[in-house]
């Protein structure tokens, strides 16, 4: 949730298609993996097409399993781990990375935080260090903690608490169509429950999820996995290994009744509706089928439902959404998610309009399917995509260590075009039938004060 702090990457991070294209059509992403022995997994990827390298330390841990009453921490902490060690004070990731001519960043999620760079392959090793000083430790002081509260609070006024609609499409529709509080509760966070973070929670969240055994580092780019296991040996084998706790339970089956809410907006001007279905478990035979489902569906001004909403009936002034939506996509989550969509709706049109055209173009799919070349063009869409987001070395090594740290199998990055192309209309038509049905559906509507108080017509 950090915002990049460059304006653009630098420049040769690796259009790398040509360069390692196989003499077959499929482009197979060289991937090499090793475990150390304190349980931390390294994966990566050789590519010499420029003398760059990508970086991503990924945490198993995001919102998922920050500590009840302290919603919003794992974000919290994500921004923590750019105050400074003992060793490396504040502004020295700054001064190696940024005057190198690199970048970096990091992120939370529902299932995992991580933390990305880029920078020339001569810099790769003052990276690694970097890295393995702060899974070692923290300046754990209290001016840093409360300098990122204000950071976070800060961030939360900006994006939510001053914005019309305010995430509630995130936020607000978890709420509703969780019933976990791991999976239901907002992981932005609240003013209160930031505000009681301690010391002690702090250096408590680092001692247990912040360690080897719970982490997966890849590299993408100028460097052989030899060289990049040597390094990674070099800075991180020496770090002890903790045990981690049990993680919790938090698989949930889909919903057997509609859920509804209604709320209202002071800054909005017209009137919105988030929707979200439960999903299939990551893994799932459902998944992938899913994933194309939801291309067809909201993924770009071509899908059904831009087309029958925006265009056609023109009840919508816009809609995005997708799997896993807003905060990652059908392939980085771990558990419960939705496909969860985003509507502005026009104020002459009603929530039971737009529900009940969304069911229409849905029942299409579900009945009849989808031809051949519609699916065709949509799958090409996707692979397009999917090639086209392992370019950047720093994209590269975030896949492959997300894939690692989701699936347990980086391969998965070389796997997922064939399943792609694998599926079948019959498998758009199952899915579509089985999770975007009205049992399953979870609707938060929206409008701006204003109408909300005028008198009924």
């Not at 990924?58 to 750019?82: D, I, K, S």
């Not at 978890?174 to 509760?185: P, S």
């Not at 969860?340 to 055209?357: E, M, R, S």
Request: aromatic share 8%; proline share 6%.
């Amino acid at each position: 949730m950090r915002v990049l702090r460059t304006a653009a990457l630098v420049a040769g991070l690796g259009l790398a298609l040509g360069a390692q294209a196989a003499a077959s059509d499929t482009w197979q992403l060289p991937v090499a993996v090793k475990k150390l022995d304190n349980g931390m997994t390294v994966v990566v990827s050789e590519d010499h097409s420029s003398p760059t390298v990508g970086i991503s330390l990924v945490y198993h841990v995001g919102m998922r399993l920050e500590p009840q009453n302290r919603t919003g921490f794992a974000h919290l902490f994500e921004h923590l781990m750019f105050e400074g060690t003992p060793d490396a004070p504040k502004g020295t990731f700054e001064r190696v990375i940024q005057g190198g001519g690199g970048v970096f960043n990091g992120s939370t999620r529902a299932d995992y935080t991580n933390y990305i760079a880029s920078a020339p392959s001569s810099a790769l090793a003052p990276i690694l260090w970097l890295e393995a000083d702060r899974m070692k430790s923290l300046d754990f002081s209290a001016k840093n903690l409360a300098n990122q509260q204000n950071v976070v609070k800060e961030e939360i006024r900006v994006n939510v608490k001053n914005q019309p609609y305010g995430l509630f499409f995130w936020t607000d529709l978890n709420a509703l169509a969780f019933d976990k509080w791991a999976n239901k509760h907002d992981g932005y966070g609240s003013f209160k429950d930031l505000d009681h973070a301690s010391i002690e929670d702090v250096k408590t969240f680092h001692d247990t999820f912040y360690q080897p055994a719970n982490a997966v580092l890849g590299i993408a780019g100028d460097v052989t996995p030899d060289e990049a296991f040597k390094l990674a040996q070099q800075y991180f084998g020496q770090i002890p290994a903790r045990d981690l706790p049990k993680r919790p339970d938090v698989s949930e089956p889909l919903n057997t009744k509609p859920r509804h809410a209604e709320e209202t907006d002071a800054l909005a001007k017209v009137p919105a509706l988030a929707v979200g279905w439960k999903m299939p478990p990551r893994g799932s035979t459902d998944q992938v089928p899913m994933m194309v489902l939801s291309q067809l569906l909201v993924g770009d001004s071509a899908s059904r439902f831009y087309q029958g909403l925006v265009k056609g009936r023109e009840l919508l002034l816009n809609i995005e959404g997708g799997m896993n939506f807003p905060l990652g996509d059908g392939s980085d989550y771990a558990g419960p998610a939705l496909l969860g969509l985003f509507a502005i709706y026009k104020p002459n049109a009603t929530p039971d309009q737009v529900l009940g055209a969304l069911d229409e173009e849905i029942a299409k799919v579900a009945r009849d399917g989808v031809d051949e070349s519609t699916l065709a063009s949509v799958k090409t869409k996707m692979l397009a995509d999917w090639y086209g987001g392992l370019e950047a070395f720093i994209n590269r090594a975030d896949t492959l260590a997300k894939l690692q740290t989701m699936w347990g199998d980086a391969n998965v990055a070389n796997k997922m075009p064939g399943w792609i192309e694998a599926v079948t209309a019959d498998d758009i038509r199952r899915v579509a039938r089985t999770y975007l049905t009205d049992a399953n559906r979870s609707v938060v509507v929206r409008r701006p004060v204003a109408a909300a108080k005028a008198p009924a017509k």
